[in-house]
C-alpha cells in the first residue's frame, strides 16, 4: 500500500519534536508532505488523491479535520483514498475513541497492519461571505459557547496550558452575552445557548457526552444545554470531571440525520475542534463513506 505522511513540520510540544526525530526511520516506508502554512494539509490531502491508497493526518483533531477535507475535495477522494491517523495533537479525540495508540511508534504500526473501518461521515453547509460552502467533519461539533471558546484559544495559551487552554477560554465567552440557538431534526426542535453533535461517543478527550453515538447509525446525536452560565457550570462540574459525563437532568437530547441550526443573533461554530464560521448552518450524514485505518 502506498502511503503518504502529511504534518506540519513547525509545530511544537514534545509529540511533535519525538515525531520529527522519529521521520527518517519511516522515510523509507511511505512519502513525506510537510505543510507550509496554514490550510495547506487540505490542499496537500487533496492534490495526493490517486498517486497514495493510504493519507496519514501526522497532528491532532484539526490536522484530521484538514486531510479528511482535502480527500474530499478530490473527485470521488473518499472512494479513492483510506484516512490514517498519527495522534500528535493536543487532545486527539477522534484517535482515542477508535483507541489509536498515543506512541507514534505503535500508531504506525497500526496503520501499516491494521484494519480498514467504514464509519460515518458527517457535512455541514453554511454561508461565509455571501459564499455557500460545505465542510466534512469526522467527531464533533458544536455552536454558541463551546465554539466561542474554541476561537478565543491562543496557541501561546494552549501551548502552556494544554487542555486547560479551553477551560480558560471558556470562562472568557461565558462572561459573553450567549445567543439563543434553535436545533430542527426529525421533526423535534430544541432551543438552547450550547450546542453539541456528535458522530463519535467523546468530547475533549475522555468525556462521554454522546453514549449514545455510534459511527455507522447514519444520524448525529444532539446534546443541548438549555442555559449557559456561571451557576450552571458550578452545578455541572463535578459531576462532568469526576463522571466524565455531563448530568442529564442539565441537558436535552435529540438525533437525526438531518438538522438545521439557527441563531437570530450571530453564533459560532466549530468541527473537530476548530472554529470554522457563524450559524445558520445544516448538518447531514453520509452514512459509510469514510475509510479509516483501526487497530
Sequence with gaps: MRICVIFNPAA???????????????????????????????RLAAETVGNFELIVAAGGDGTVNEVLNGIGDAPDGFARATLGVLPLGTVNVFATELKIPAPIAAA??????????????????????????????????????????IELVSWQLKKRMGPLAYVVAGLQALAERQPHITVRGDHQEITGELVLLGNGKLYGGKFELFPAADYTNGVLEVCVVPRVNLWTLLRGAPGFLLRQKLPEKMVRRL?????????????????????????????????????????
Design 12 to 42: 511544537r510540544g514534545n509529540k511533535a519534536r519525538h515525531f520529527r526525530r522519529w521521520l527518517a526511520g519511516i522515510a523509507t516506508e511511505c512519502t513525506l508532505k510537510p505543510t507550509a502554512c496554514a490550510g495547506d494539509a487540505r
Design 255 to 295: 438525533s437525526a440525520g438531518k438538522l438545521a441550526l439557527t441563531s437570530a443573533k450571530p453564533a459560532a461554530f466549530e468541527l473537530d475542534g476548530e472554529w470554522v464560521g457563524s450559524l445558520p448552518a445544516t448538518f447531514s450524514v453520509e452514512p459509510k463513506k469514510l475509510r479509516i485505518i483501526v487497530p
Design 108 to 149: 504506525w504500526e497500526v496503520l501499516q497492519r491494521g484494519r480498514e473501518l467504514k464509519i460515518d461521515l458527517p457535512r455541514v453547509e453554511f454561508s461565509a461571505n455571501g459564499k455557500a460552502e460545505h465542510r466534512y467533519f469526522v467527531q464533533l461539533a458544536g455552536a454558541g459557547l463551546d465554539a466561542r471558546a
